[in-house]
């Protein structure tokens, strides 16, 4: 009997990470038109998603139907954010969406920290959706619940969850239109940015690869399985010194981590500080302030900031 439990659990599992799989591709290969709202922070925002898969690869662009009229256009080289309230436009590297979450694909590296689980069927805005959970094996991170299309793989539903399994961010399509042709013209901003302050990342922030092992800080204690995964010195203020910043993943999670020297008008961070599922922990360490911040427990955060130290970085390092 318990071989058939273990074999069972097994066979589960896969069927989980399969499914997650499936939806990732679906999330990058499908043409969609829809309409979600993101729930958090007890504030309640709509949206518009338009994505293609063509010949020249992703477009994607993302209108909010609520408070100012943004848009995000993205495509395989870039992403464009055009901001009225700020009258300005941002053009930098492409970049992963955010508010869809999408699951890395390995997915055996997280099979250590984190459960999959199928919790059953369900039906969202018309559709007949499976449901699959991605649950952390510990309290130091988040976890996910997605429900996804039976027939086509794409996400519908997606809840960013805390330790206790309550939702803290929602994402839903209220509308889905799944594999109709997308126009050329839906893909263009209805914002064209004339007269706006145009804001471009240059060609060295572009192309420049991550830098790791560089940083003259260690964080003492890290969550199982986090690493760190990219290491950036850069100048945040013109008349301010260097700051440190280092990212640390699981492959799921990310945690951020700064640290720079404040200047006598500056003040300080020290404590706790969260708005949803973010949480950012500041501390004072050797003259310098260290922030942690990311879409970790507020645990996460504390414990990182807590044991972060100088350390002697050699001449050749």
């Known amino acids: 009997m318990l071989l058939l439990a273990v074999a069972g659990q097994a066979s589960a599992q896969d069927q989980a990470r399969e499914w997650l799989g499936d939806m990732s591709r679906a999330l990058q290969t499908l043409n969609y038109d829809g309409t979600f709202v993101y729930l958090h922070d ?42 009225p309230d700020s009258k300005s436009v941002m053009v930098g590297q492409s970049r992963p969406r955010q508010l869809l979450p999408m699951v890395p694909q390995d997915l055996d590296s997280l099979l250590r920290y984190y459960r999959f689980e199928m919790l059953g069927e369900d039906r969202i805005s018309g559709f007949q959706a499976r449901t699959v959970a991605i649950t952390p094996r510990d309290e130091y ?28 961010e929602q994402v839903m399509f209220t509308r889905l239109d799944i594999g109709s042709t997308i126009s050329d013209a839906a893909l263009q901003p209805s914002l064209t940015g004339k007269g706006y302050v145009w804001y471009h990342q240059s060609a060295e922030e572009a192309t420049a690869p991550p830098q790791i092992g560089e940083t003259r800080w260690s964080v003492g204690r890290l969550p199982d399985g986090f690493s760190m995964t990219h290491y950036q010195r850069k100048r945040l203020q013109p008349e301010g010194q260097d700051t440190e910043h280092m990212v640390f993943s699981d492959g799921l999670a990310t945690v951020s981590v700064y640290v ?58």
Not at 51 to 59: A, M, R, V
Not at 147 to 167: E, N, P, Q, Y
Not at 262 to 274: K, M, P, R, T, V
Not at 275 to 299: I, K, Y
Request: glycine share 10%; aromatic share 4%; hydrophobic share 40%.
């Open 42 to 83: 007890g504030k309640l925002e709509a949206m518009r998603i338009i994505h293609q898969l063509g010949s020249t690869g992703e477009k994607e662009r993302l209108v909010s139907l609520t408070g100012s009229a943004r848009e995000v256009l993205r495509d395989d080289e870039s992403v464009t954010c055009i901001m």
């Open 141 to 168: 991170r988040y976890g996910y619940r997605f429900w996804i299309d039976t027939d086509s793989k794409l996400l519908l539903k997606s809840d960013l969850t805390a330790v206790d399994g309550t939702a803290i």
């Open 260 to 317: 720079e020297s404040l200047s006598s008008d500056n003040a300080e961070f020290i404590g706790l500080s969260g708005m949803g599922a973010m949480n950012a922990f500041g501390a004072m360490v050797d003259g310098h302030q260290v922030t942690v911040v990311g879409e970790v427990p507020a645990l996460t955060v504390e414990m990182m900031a807590r044991s972060v130290a100088s350390r002697q970085v050699s001449a050749h390092d």
